[in-house]
């Protein structure tokens, strides 16, 4: 469905004001997200559904020291919260101007006064405001002295505990990306725009379309079996590295390498998404090319195995 991202929610248009919101960083949109936009959806089906969330994230703004944690970088964001049935994205900036916003302050000028909020939907650790000052029972006050609905979802869980961000995150980080899909309801996807490399796996046989992580969280360095979203709509099945290329003298960042399996074509300077299926091996020191080159082909071999491919 077509959905509308708003990076300023001053002078909204009429038509991006009046719904029921969805509230929270909202990272990966994953199952319990998803959880919460169906709850908005649901308590307020005749108004159209939207989702406010923070860019950068709050931990960006506060500790941007810290290495890339991000699951969705907001076009990816958006994306899947249009998936989930959102009009409008409201991707709020996040600055020094609105971390010192009190709670209330932001409850009246963003909530109520800029976006008309009709009805709200958060998780139940949903906190805002200046050092967090906001919790759902502030917030459950506030609507009602205003006549605004609100629904607190309690989280979604499975046999390990509460669905979140962070368990994501740990489950990427160690190697288990097939865990991380089952949470998110989806294969975790990385997007980049594909640069020109050294050509070296064209020399080796195996031509790859390279991506800097970037702000995405780094998952474990390896090689991973994958399906690569082309910018023509067409899913490629493939094998990809995640690393340094230490055999190769090492890189300043992490890289993330495809070979396309049965796939010819020109992608530089073009937008892929790279979906992690399955993690085959950890990330490796080779004694020079021809035991790097055996070593694609027997990767390659098991990532096609694992993709039916």
Request: proline share 6%; hydrophobic share 45%.
């Amino acid at each position: 469905m077509d959905c509308q991202v708003w990076t300023d929610w001053h002078a909204l248009p009429e038509a991006a004001r009046g719904g029921t919101v969805a509230l929270g960083n909202l990272d990966g949109v994953h199952l319990g997200h998803r959880a919460v936009l169906a709850a908005a959806h649901s308590a307020r089906p005749d108004l159209p559904l939207a989702a406010l969330t923070f860019e950068p994230h709050p931990r960006e703004h506060f500790r941007p020291q810290d290495p890339p944690f991000r699951l969705t970088l907001l076009p990816a964001k958006a994306e899947a919260l249009a998936a989930a049935g959102c009009a409008h994205v409201h991707a709020v900036p996040f600055d020094a101007a609105l971390a010192a916003m009190e709670a209330e302050a932001f409850c009246d000028t963003v909530l109520h006064r800029a976006l008309g909020a009709r009805h709200l939907a958060c998780g139940s650790d949903f906190a805002f405001g200046h050092r967090r000052g906001g919790d759902t029972a502030f917030l459950a006050r506030w609507a009602e002295a205003r006549g605004i609905g609100l629904t607190v979802v309690p989280p979604v869980s499975d046999a390990a505990g509460p669905i979140s961000s962070t368990r994501i995150r740990r489950a990427l980080q160690d190697g288990y990306p097939e865990r991380a899909a089952a949470l998110l309801g989806r294969d975790w996807e990385v997007r980049g725009e594909v640069f020109h490399g050294d050509r070296l796996g064209r020399e080796l046989g195996w031509p790859t379309a390279n991506v800097w992580l970037g702000r995405h969280l780094e998952p474990a360095r390896g090689v991973y079996a994958v399906v690569a979203a082309l910018p023509d709509g067409g899913l490629v099945p493939g094998v990809a590295n995640v690393g340094r290329r230490p055999t190769l003298g090492g890189d300043p960042e992490t890289r993330l390498e495809t070979h396309l399996f049965d796939w010819s074509g020109d992608l530089y300077g073009q937008e892929i998404g790279i979906r992690l299926h399955r993690f085959l091996r950890e990330d490796a020191t080779f004694d020079g090319l021809d035991a790097l080159k055996a070593a694609i082909a027997n990767d390659a071999t098991r990532a096609r195995a694992v993709l039916g491919a």
